[in-house]
């Protein structure tokens, strides 16, 4: 069996369906960061099947960039954790709520 | 020389790095601890000196504070390379030579390109456009480049030395130069770049750190807050930049500035209909910048920096940058009139509205502040009358004299120990004579005294204003010049009642401090001397009606592209005209120098305190400063949902109560069915619009609550049912 284009999407299809149930129902802030990845790893894998079916190097390119943002969205994300826990002593996002209207 | 271009703002970028690496690696062995723990009282200037009020801190050898590590290599690196930059700016200035700037000539640097889009698409309808796409790193430097060139870099590094003096025992020491080298590098790319987006650079380069500086005491609540305040409110202001960066781009395919102004100077036909929203789009930047009204909150709070960066930031250098742009674009206004009567109006209405507050205020820098948002404006003036080159003129000399002024303040500050409050001051004049001479000079020539610099550019911007023609509003020029001239009186009162107040009269302060008044050193006196002398001369290239007298107009004339199709007459000198104008100048600021002598030195502030009493309303509207923080806090800082529905309900209780109140008055005695109609019926509704309203933003605030992941829900249903839609319906 040759694995087309639909494969691929399907499965980057699946990946961001995790990644995004994920960030909506878990509570621990280091499982939402890793759920982000799951979503934007997702959105690399189909760029770089499109990229491929297309041969535009466009696609690639921009994966590249976004494996590069998410570098600095886990270095933010990683600050961001360790300062709540400082505060809260826990990692529960539920936690994080005084923006509330 | 010319060639080192690329290296006037390399050079205090290393400056930063050095200091900064240097600053970081040997703090971070103390600890949090240690930090920054030398501040004064609350409200004043954090000055070692009022913690130690027994160690006179001029002598640098302090025995009751910690040695600041470094101390000597921040200096050399932090005052050295805004030495050096200085001096390459001089250099290739005068190489490329005055005369050469005069008739025109500019020198370019590409360093790389930075975004080179390739997009090669037709540009839009507009004939004549640019339509290159790309984006350059480039230098520029012509006339007007130059000269804001010259004057940053030079009172840049007098202000530099000056904290040298200032700052020498705050623990932040290192931390202070980096972020003032920093400083100078944003400002340097923001008066080099050649191009929009390399100005944006810098212009937010400059924002930032003023965010940082005004921060500089952040364990201060007060300082860190006005830090935010400017920063947010320079958001609002930068939002109308870029989205008017965004439409040059749509409108020309470019950035360049000589390229883009070319193209619409040679085709102006096609590209007016547009210039009227992209000048106001501008505009709304420059005000954010340049702390015009509304957006002039943020200055008088920039006021918790220390005064160094006061001087330098929030009054020499970069808060001209917005008037620095709109001359910059002076191609673009003068194709909007009505965008250059916008200019003049809200130009002239700061200039008066700041300096009616600016009346009131006792605290020395807040009237300073004050006194720089009321200059800015008259420079905005001058930019609206179409008088772009008298408005940098204007830009020029009051970098001198305000940063005399400031630097004098701060030496005020520094001899009283951290006092800030002009009524505990007087006669200081005595005791701080060369601070008192300086910052005397420098309150004539801003008082508009005769032959002193500000009395030649502040005179050039009122016959501007005189001669300006609207075609739309024909009887608004000589308003203006009336507000502008009014605004000098108000302005020599001011400063009058300030210098009064500080240095004439008794000193009104404790024993204690009166003890320890005493000179700042000389890294602190020799800037002020060189400044109030630069105050002095710096108005004689901008000589009136003497033949080749206005040096600087001539200078920057080469920056007014003339504008294919559009008639614009030139400056009509009539000498007795001119003479008139001077004269009336000079009776103003005369009666506003007078009136403030005979009040609070020899009056001793007793005919004021009357005022105040017969007109109590006004006399709590200006101290209030018009209460403009406090409508801002109410309308957007409580936010529009609960805050906005509790401002309406209160607008409710009192405005339209008044109609109920009213009625019941007219009617007095009237039937009881009447009472009971107002009662269930008007009240009724009056309570119940409120009420309504009430019950809609319980209602809304629900929405808000805080969780991410609700929104990230509904972001995600929302999206769903979206390409749901597209899909179903396409």
């Given at each position: 069996m040759t694995i087309t284009l639909n494969h691929y999407m399907i499965v980057s299809f699946l990946l961001f369906s995790i990644g995004f149930m994920g960030v909506l129902v878990r509570r621990n802030f280091l499982t939402i960061l890793m759920s982000v990845e799951l979503m934007l790893n997702a959105v690399n894998l189909n760029l770089i099947a499109f990229s491929r079916r297309l041969s535009d190097l466009t696609g690639q390119v921009f994966s590249i960039f976004v494996i590069t943002i998410a570098a600095g969205e886990a270095a933010i994300g990683l600050a961001l954790t360790i300062s709540f826990f400082r505060q809260r002593r826990t990692l529960d996002v539920e936690e994080a709520n005084t923006m509330q209207g | 020389m010319r060639n080192l271009l690329w290296a006037i703002p390399l050079v205090p970028l290393i400056g930063f790095l050095i200091n900064g690496v240097v600053y970081l690696l040997s703090h971070r062995t103390k600890g949090a601890a240690h930090g920054h723990g030398h501040g004064s009282g609350a409200g004043s200037d954090a000055h070692t000196a009022a913690t130690a009020p027994d160690v006179s801190p001029d002598t640098g050898h302090d025995p009751g504070h910690h040695d600041i590590p470094f101390k000597g290599l921040h200096t050399i690196v932090g005052v050295g390379s805004a030495l050096i930059a200085c001096l390459l700016a001089f250099g290739a200035v005068f190489d490329i030579g005055l005369k050469a700037f005069t008739e025109g000539a500019s020198h370019s640097m590409t360093l790389w390109r930075w975004i080179p889009l390739g997009i090669n698409q037709a540009v839009g309808q507009i004939p004549g456009a640019v339509g290159d796409w790309y984006v350059d790193v480039t230098l520029r430097v012509d006339s007007l480049s130059a000269l804001m060139l010259l004057f940053v870099t030079f009172v840049g590094f007098l202000i530099h030395v000056y904290s040298s003096g200032y700052m020498g025992h705050e623990e932040g020491y290192g931390r202070f130069f980096a972020y003032l080298n920093l400083f100078m590098f944003a400002m340097l790319v923001l008066v080099l770049g050649g191009n929009f987006l390399m100005l944006f650079v810098g212009w937010e380069g400059v924002g930032l750190c003023s965010y940082l500086l005004i921060g500089y005491y952040y364990e201060k609540k007060f300082a860190a807050d006005a830090g935010k305040k400017a920063f947010v409110v320079n958001r609002i202001g930068d939002f109308g930049f870029i989205l008017g960066i965004f439409a040059v781009f749509a409108l020309f395919g470019s950035l360049d500035f000589q390229k883009v102004f070319a193209a619409a100077a040679a085709?102006?036909?096609?590209?007016?209909?547009?210039?009227?929203?992209?000048?106001?789009?501008?505009?709304?930047?420059?005000?954010?910048?340049?702390?015009?009204?509304?957006?002039?909150?943020?200055?008088?709070?920039?006021?918790?920096?220390?005064?160094?960066?006061?001087?330098?930031?929030?009054?020499?250098?970069?808060?001209?940058?917005?008037?620095?742009?709109?001359?910059?674009?002076?191609?673009?206004?003068?194709?909007?009139?009505?965008?250059?009567?916008?200019?003049?109006?809200?130009?002239?209405?700061?200039?008066?509205?700041?300096?009616?507050?600016?009346?009131?205020?006792?605290?020395?820098?807040?009237?300073?502040?004050?006194?720089?948002?009321?200059?800015?404006?008259?420079?905005?003036?001058?930019?609206?009358?179409?008088?772009?080159?008298?408005?940098?003129?204007?830009?020029?000399?009051?970098?001198?004299?305000?940063?005399?002024?400031?630097?004098?303040?701060?030496?005020?500050?520094?001899?009283m120990g951290g006092e800030q409050d002009i009524r505990r001051m007087g006669g200081l004049a005595k005791k701080i004579p060369r601070t008192y001479w300086t910052f005397f000079i420098a309150t004539l020539t801003i008082s508009g005294v005769p032959f002193l610099a500000a009395f030649f550019s502040k005179d050039a911007i009122k016959a501007a204003v005189f001669h300006a023609e609207f075609e739309a509003v024909p009887w608004l020029p000589k308003v203006l010049y009336a507000v502008a001239l009014f605004t000098a009186g108000l302005t020599a009162f001011y400063m009058f009642r300030l210098l009064s107040l500080t240095f004439w009269g008794k000193f009104r302060g404790t024993a204690e401090q009166e003890s320890h008044v005493h000179e700042s050193p000389a890294s602190m006196t020799v800037p002020l001397m060189v400044l109030a002398f630069l105050s002095i001369v710096s108005g004689y290239v901008g000589v009136p009606i003497i033949e080749h007298g206005d040096r600087i107009g001539e200078f920057l004339r080469p920056i007014r592209l003339p504008i294919a199709g559009l008639n614009e007459k030139g400056p009509h000198e009539s000498l007795s005209l001119e003479l008139a104008l001077m004269a009336a100048a000079v009776a103003v600021a005369s009666i506003g120098i007078y009136l403030a002598w005979s009040w609070y030195t020899k009056g001793e502030g007793r005919t004021p305190a009357r005022l105040a009493e017969q007109w109590p309303g006004v006399y709590r509207a200006v101290t209030n400063k018009y209460f403009v923080d406090e409508a801002y806090d109410k309308v957007f800082v409580n936010g529009l949902a609960l805050g906005g529905g509790r401002f309406?309900?209160?607008?409710?209780?009192?405005?339209?109560?008044?109609?109920?109140?009213?009625?019941?008055?007219?009617?007095?005695?009237?039937?009881?069915?009447?009472?009971?109609?107002?009662?269930?019926?008007?009240?009724?509704?009056?309570?119940?619009?409120?009420?309504?309203?009430?019950?809609?933003?319980?209602?809304?605030?629900?929405?808000?609550?805080?969780?991410?992941?609700?929104?990230?829900?509904?972001m995600g249903g929302g999206l769903f049912c979206l390409v749901a839609v597209y899909l179903l319906f396409r």
């Open positions: - | 085709n102006p036909a096609a590209y007016t209909p547009y210039m009227t929203v992209l000048c106001l789009l501008l505009f709304v930047g420059a005000c954010g910048k340049s702390a015009q009204f509304p957006l002039y909150v943020w200055l008088p709070d920039a006021m918790a920096g220390p005064t160094p960066v006061s001087a330098l930031i929030h009054a020499a250098t970069m808060v001209t940058a917005g008037v620095y742009m709109v001359a910059r674009c002076n191609v673009f206004f003068r194709m909007a009139p009505h965008a250059m009567i916008v200019v003049a109006v809200v130009g002239a209405f700061t200039a008066l509205f700041a300096a009616t507050i600016g009346l009131m205020q006792n605290d020395i820098k807040k009237v300073l502040a004050y006194s720089t948002v009321s200059q800015l404006g008259y420079m905005f003036l001058a930019c609206g009358v179409g008088a772009f080159t008298e408005g940098m003129f204007h830009v020029t000399t009051h970098a001198f004299f305000k940063a005399c002024l400031f630097l004098g303040a701060g030496s005020v500050i520094h001899a309406l309900w209160e607008v409710d209780a009192t405005v339209i109560d008044l109609i109920p109140n009213g009625a019941a008055a007219v009617t007095k005695g009237a039937s009881w069915v009447a009472s009971i109609f107002d009662q269930y019926v008007v009240d009724g509704l009056v309570n119940g619009v409120a009420g309504t309203l009430q019950g809609l933003f319980r209602v809304f605030r629900r929405a808000q609550t805080g969780r991410v992941q609700n929104y990230a829900l509904v």
